[in-house]
């Protein structure tokens, strides 16, 4: 194979500046990442893949992005790992089926190019989507007052890739509590992701927004509270990504504003100060959005 053959450098011998934590870039890097995923971690990914604060995940979608991977050679890979994992075939199975998912949104994108620039549901053309400039800038730089969601922009800035939970969580956010155009998130992922790609990051955030073809109902907003107990139970990834909450315990790290005022001052945390207040209330947030929703959709519960 021509790949096979080439050596090519990686982008810091270029010396190419790069964010701390920035994917390195190079055929070699992309062959060590698949092979080090396809020895050690493939056959748990079935249960693993939703922990962010694992590193539980194969990196190789900047690969792909760039090429410096193919397709072709995932799937090889990851049948010879099949083949070692007969007894348990499911972390690997799992995988496979989140490749396809790339190529879902290829095809979507091949097929309906117009999604490129407007929602895949004609009906989700009116969505009357707020303008909040502040809202959004807090969304980006990760002071929403919701830690979870934080600690998922943050770990996008600091190293151009953020876990999967985590795009989900923050697309649903922004769309839902903050009721701001999925357009927006859009781009702004397209600017800070090492794997940026059209048709994906497309039809990630119009799954999320509930525009897509496949989407989530839009009446399903995710609670970014329950979905930081349930992913982050013991709050392991908000502490790495948020760290002016480290000191908290394991129940108020997911909702400080709940915490009793004792507790947050012996973790030096003071709301409004270290850390902000939450931008929205998601209860009001959910029923402002579902409202909303519904004035572009009609009572129509299918998508
Ligand atoms: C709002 C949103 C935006 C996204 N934007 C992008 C993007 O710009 N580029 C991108 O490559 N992925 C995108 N994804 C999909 C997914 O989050 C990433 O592919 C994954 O997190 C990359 O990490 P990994 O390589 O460790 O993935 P693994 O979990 O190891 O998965 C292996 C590969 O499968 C593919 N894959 C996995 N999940 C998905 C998915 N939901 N959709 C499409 N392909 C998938 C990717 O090529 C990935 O590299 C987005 C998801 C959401 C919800």
Redesign the pocket.
């Known amino acids: 194979m021509l790949g096979e053959s080439l050596d090519v450098p990686e982008a810091s011998e270029y010396g190419f500046a790069r964010k701390s934590g920035y994917p390195l870039a190079g055929e070699r890097q992309a062959k060590a990442a698949l092979a080090v995923?396809c020895s050690e971690r493939i056959a748990e990914?079935d249960r693993t893949?939703n922990v962010p604060a694992l590193d539980a995940?194969?990196?190789?979608?900047p690969h792909?992005?760039a090429g410096t991977l193919g397709i072709r050679r995932c799937v090889w890979r990851a049948m010879e790992a099949r083949e070692a994992n007969r007894e348990r075939p499911a972390g690997v199975d799992t995988?496979l089926s989140?490749?396809i998912?790339?190529d879902f949104?290829d095809a979507i994108l091949a097929h309906v190019p117009r999604v490129a620039v407007e929602p895949f549901l004609e009906k989700a053309r009116r969505v009357p989507w707020r303008e909040s400039e502040d809202d959004f800038r807090a969304w980006c730089e990760g002071r929403t007052g919701y830690p979870f969601v934080d600690a998922g922009m943050r770990q996008l800035e600091a190293t151009g890739?953020?876990?999967?939970r985590l795009?989900?969580v923050v697309?649903s956010f922004l769309t839902k509590d903050l009721l701001i155009d999925y357009r927006r998130?859009e781009r702004y992922?397209?600017r800070a992701?090492a794997?940026?790609?059209l048709a994906?990051?497309n039809?990630?955030?119009q799954?999320?927004a509930s525009t897509g073809t496949d989407a989530a109902p839009y009446f399903r907003v995710f609670n970014p509270v329950t979905q930081s107990t349930t992913f982050d139970p013991t709050g392991a990834f908000i502490r790495r990504w948020v760290p002016e909450l480290r000191s908290l315990d394991e129940r108020s790290i997911h909702a400080p504003w709940r915490a009793a005022p004792l507790v947050l001052q012996s973790a030096n945390v003071t709301l409004g100060q270290t850390y902000p207040f939450p931008i929205v209330e998601h209860g009001e947030a959910r029923v402002r959005a579902i409202a909303a929703y519904k004035a572009s959709f009609g009572d129509s519960v299918k998508t």
Request: proline content about 0%; glycine content about 8%.
């Open positions: 995923f990914y893949r995940t194969s990196h190789v979608s792909l992005r995988w989140e490749l998912w790339r949104y890739w953020m876990h999967n795009r989900m697309a998130g992922f397209e992701l794997d940026a790609d994906s990051n039809g990630g955030w799954w999320a």
